[in-house]
């Protein structure tokens, strides 16, 4: 697959500047109830995700016993959950993934991959429903085993008491890593993201590689959107990088109060299901 985009930054025309500025905003001192509940989380997430954490949740995860269910009947089961990590939005989780494809599919109509990969990103969050807690699901990603970079969210006030910020062999900005190792041998912080890649591993989907690394990195701000991190990354990191900062735009800015007709859009996205994550998944 050749790594060109259709349209030059089609995102950049559908989204005014003045808009993109409502959007992530994480505010420490505000007190309505939807900062209090992201501050939460990310203090929960920021304190708890150390090493030995991800190691084990990825073990219990990986073991693909936890039900098994097509990829629209996981969709519905998003419809029970509203991501806490969230400032922007407050609705449930399905209505952003329709949201997030249909803008990809109207800049990039050839694209079918790319419009299927923006409906399922958030799929690992079905991990909630299965009883783990949302901090340990949902929200920006990060490495873990080497330092935590200014640009993780809240990084002043929420790491303080993460034992792996006290352990010498994880507390350096090299960590138990190497220079230039690449992404796949980076331990992150556990969540959607790392979980649902391994589940569409797992299944032998037929989405390219640019699909799946959008899907298990687009979480990772700190890398993508700020710039951090790159000496973890290799050559091949850097080519799929563009591919996950044009997913990021589509990501954010399509987020909107304004639920789509969703019955009218199934038929389209089943029949890439079909395509590409055909059949019966194990979660």
């Known amino acids: 697959m050749e790594n060109t985009f259709i349209i030059s930054n089609p995102s950049e025309l559908c989204y005014p500047e003045n808009k993109k500025k409502k959007f992530r905003e994480y505010n420490a ?22 090493v030995e954490f991800a190691r084990n949740r990825k073990a219990y995860w990986t073991k693909f016993d936890k039900g098994r269910m097509t990829i629209m009947e996981v969709l519905e089961k998003l419809n ?28 990039y109509p050839e694209l079918d991959w790319f419009h299927l990969t923006g409906l399922i990103h958030d799929l690992g969050k079905v ?44 507390n350096t900005k090299i960590g138990m890593y190497t220079e230039q190792c690449g992404l796949e041998n980076v331990l992150m912080s556990w969540g959607h993201d790392e979980y649902l890649y391994h589940v569409l591993v797992n299944h032998k989907t037929s989405l ?68 590409y994550i055909p059949g019966i998944v194990q979660w």
């Open 29 to 50: 001192k505000k007190d309505d109830y939807i900062q209090k509940r992201v501050r939460e989380t990310y203090k929960q997430m920021h304190t708890n995700q150390t």
């Open 80 to 107: 029970e959950l509203v991501d806490e990590s969230d400032p922007d939005l407050d609705i449930p989780n399905n209505f952003h993934g329709f949201q997030t494809a249909e803008k990809i599919r109207k800049a």
């Open 127 to 170: 991990m909630v429903l299965f009883g783990e807690p949302q901090w340990a699901v949902v929200g920006d990603t990060y490495p873990l085993g080497c330092s935590f970079a200014d640009s993780v969210i809240y990084h002043n006030i929420t790491f303080n008491e993460n034992l792996d910020m006290k352990d010498i062999r994880y």
């Open 208 to 275: 390219p590689e640019e699909a799946l690394y959008i899907i298990r990195f687009h979480s990772f701000f700190p890398w993508h959107t700020s710039g951090d991190y790159n000496y973890l990354c290799n050559d091949k990191d850097m080519a799929m990088l563009p591919w996950v900062k044009e997913f990021s735009k589509f990501d954010l800015y399509s987020k909107s109060k304004d639920v789509p007709d969703v019955k009218s859009l199934l038929p389209y996205y089943q029949s890439l299901i079909d395509k």
